[in-house]
């Protein structure tokens, strides 16, 4: 097996800023894999939530689980002696990713094909940012010029305080008036439970369809109080992390929000999806700063998905991969062996 690592640089077409900060470019490894003249790919967007901050960091992690010698085991092996290795998600995530994309090459199959699922069928949600109304009014402008689109993400949980998100919010309503579109919200962990309460009742009340981790990551013992007499569904993202986080916190919220460099990779993902909907769960798959290759590795896994946020390759500038496109607002997989993505070196 010859693994090699390429780092490259993205830059966004438009920041994104959420409630933890702005973010405008970034730098990501991707992991070539060849084995039987069966060339795989995977990418690893750091985040210093994710255990490692830099694709620097990525890099020797992963070369610490390869020097460990895991060529010959399965995908389950691999992923107990990443976890053994203490190996971070967003850097295992990418590895994962390209073993299942070679698996799935060496049998001839696309990946979706070869774990068993439909094809990917839920529109995505478009992401729009933590900015003033004007600047609102701008992007959702821009972003309605596509007529597949069908959802939009609302980011909030704003420093400036609800009033600023309210302003937010209240800018996207009127810049939809004449759409056929969904609203979904995200806070990010960017409010206090008594805001929370206070949001949720006020976004229920203007078309919200749900909200995403509405407490921040810690505060998961507060959502009881949130979950009881709620009117709108809760989600949790940030607070998801395994399938065991699914299994502690099922009971007092609507569904979860997975995303591959958190949990991992493919493996984790489909582990959290079953426990998800053992307990009768609904699913979404979200994204962070991933170009093609990660989103179609995603994208791959959507048609048993509930809610899909699979978005931050169309908003890159430009996008170093291939493979993915919007088809009739769903982020979409090609007809290729494997995920079908690679990066375009």
Known sequence: MIINFHTVSLKKKFPLQISRGIHDRSQNLFIEIIKDGITAWGECAPGKTEGASSAREVEIHLKRLIDSKVDSLALYEVKQ?????????CAFAGF?????????????????????LPSPHVPTSLTVGINPPEI??????LILKNS??????????????????????SQVIESTKHSDISIRVDANGGWSLEEAKFMMKWLAERGAEYIEQPLVEGDEDKLKFLFEGRLLPIFIDESCRSAKDVAEHYQYIDGINLKLMKCGGITEALNILYVAK??????????????????SAGASITGII?????????????????????????????????HGARLKI
């Open 81 to 89: 002696r990443a976890k053994e290795l203490n190996i971070p998600p």
């Open 96 to 116: 994962d990713i390209a073993l299942w994309d070679w698996k799935a090459k060496k049998a001839n199959m696309s990946l979706k094909d070869l774990l068993g």
């Open 136 to 141: 609102v009014k701008e992007r959702v402008e």
């Open 148 to 169: 597949q689109v069908r959802a939009l993400k609302i980011k909030l949980g704003s420093k400036e305080g609800i009033e600023y998100d309210k302003m937010i919010y």
């Open 278 to 295: 053992a307990h009768g769960l609904k699913t979404m798959i979200g994204c962070m700063s991933e170009s093609s290759v990660s989103i």
């Open 306 to 338: 509930d809610y899909v946020d699979l978005d931050s390759h169309y908003n890159l500038d430009p996008d170093p991969s291939e493979g993915s496109s919007m088809v009739k607002g769903v982020t979409m997989i090609n007809s290729l062996p494997g």
